[in-house]
């Protein structure tokens, strides 16, 4: 049943249905480049967001599949929008000196 969708009662559910890697990716880019920019740690930021750390490492290894509510906290952490980390509209932002995308550490 992987990818099947089902419809029970008002609800539409997918079954087995996997994140996709690609905008997990996306938003752990977009998250480092808006943290570098605004020139805050790791640390920092969790702190702003009141979470711990490993957390915001995680989401910007794209190794978190980050609900919505983790989404909007985090952005306003980074006083930004969510669909800011979400847009593909910063990708090629990434690699500029300001923020890059490789993993240089935590800051």
């Not at 087995?16 to 880019?29: E, M, V, W």
């Not at 509209?89 to 993993?103: I, R, T, V």
């Amino acid at each position: 049943m992987h990818g099947v969708a089902t419809l029970q009662g008002s609800w539409l559910l997918v079954a087995n249905r996997k994140p996709s890697q690609a905008i997990r990716d996306r938003i752990a880019g977009n998250l480092k480049w808006f943290r570098k920019i605004r020139g805050l740690t790791q640390e920092e930021l969790a702190n702003r967001c009141g979470m711990v750390k490993n957390y915001i490492s995680n989401v910007e290894q794209g190794n978190v599949n980050i609900c919505l509510a983790n989404l909007e906290t985090i952005a306003k952490g980074l006083d930004a929008e969510a669909w800011e980390l979400v847009t593909k509209e910063y990708e090629h932002l990434w690699d500029d000196e300001s923020g890059s995308h490789e993993d240089e550490g935590d800051k």
